[in-house]
């Protein structure tokens, strides 16, 4: 039991300091350095909900577009910027992979760890601002709102992790995530409410796991003002075998990474 407490601390310690790595080389020690970390998707946030409401964008309910465009792009950039992290991810830290301590887990799980708290940041602290300037109500029910949150944060990390991985075997990964990405975008939940499709449409859009977290997020920040469609159930077990299938290549993987 001692050497597992051990060994889980030596590790943490890895992470650590990988995660320290990661913002220096990214965001630098200018300006605002390691801010840009929560200021960046923020201002991606901000940039969206200016634009819906300029635009006077529909998205099916009598929502304040500002609360509407919170609460669903806040959602899209914490799942969908973690496989852009994770793609490509090993090659810049193969010298690192001398030390015995770091794994490629460990890389993976610095940059995961990296996104989710920068789009986490983002969105409490514009939730608080919007809160504060009567923009939006505050949430109905705030352990649903983490509940979805948690979720999202995970499928985004089984998604990212396997989108690492894979991405050392077939370069061709990295070109086809990007469009999909983009494509995936309105159809995440981002900028509708399932409840406004048909009901044919309904059933279709709900096989995406991602839009299961986002209508839970909503349901727990707008409660008995929108009808929410979620089964955490599905996403759960789309995410856990998401999970095991990135685990199981990133074993694969493991065994032919040969450091520099």
């Known amino acids: 039991m001692r050497e597992d407490a ?7 310690r890895v992470i650590y300091a990988l995660l320290m790595r990661e913002i220096l080389t990214r965001f630098g020690r200018h300006n605002i350095g390691f801010l840009w970390m929560f200021v960046e998707p923020m201002m991606f ?4 909900t200016a634009l819906w409401t300029a635009t006077g964008s529909l998205h099916g309910s009598n929502l304040p577009i500002a609360a509407f465009a919170l609460t669903g792009y806040s959602s899209v950039l914490l799942w969908r910027n973690m496989p852009s992290r994770c793609i490509g991810a090993i090659a810049p830290n193969l010298a690192l992979m ?10 993976f799980a610095a940059r995961l760890l990296l996104e989710a ?21 505050p949430p109905e029910d705030l352990l649903k709102v983490m509940e979805g949150w948690v979720m999202l944060a995970w499928f985004g990390s089984a998604l990212g992790l396997l989108m690492g991985v894979l991405s050392e075997e077939y370069e061709l990964v990295d070109k086809l995530w990007h469009p999909a990405s983009y494509l995936l975008f309105p159809l995440s939940g981002a900028a509708f409410l399932v409840d406004a499709l048909p009901v044919r449409a309904q059933e279709i859009i709900l096989f995406l796991p991602m839009v299961h977290g986002v209508e839970l997020v909503r349901e727990g920040y707008f409660g008995s003002k929108v009808v929410a469609h979620y089964d955490i159930g599905y996403m759960a077990l789309f995410t856990s075998l998401l999970s095991l299938i ?7 993987v493991g065994r032919t990474i040969t450091p520099e």
Do not use: C, E, P, W
Request: aromatic letters at 8%; glycine letters at 8%.
């Open 98 to 107: 001398y030390h015995r301590n770091v794994k490629i887990m460990d890389v």
């Open 6 to 12: 051990v060994s889980l601390k030596i590790q943490g």
């Open 117 to 137: 708290a920068g789009a986490t940041i983002s969105f409490v602290v514009l939730s608080s601002i919007f809160i504060l300037f009567g923009m939006i109500d």
């Open 45 to 48: 946030t901000l940039g969206v």
């Open 246 to 252: 990135a685990l199981a290549q990133m074993r694969k």
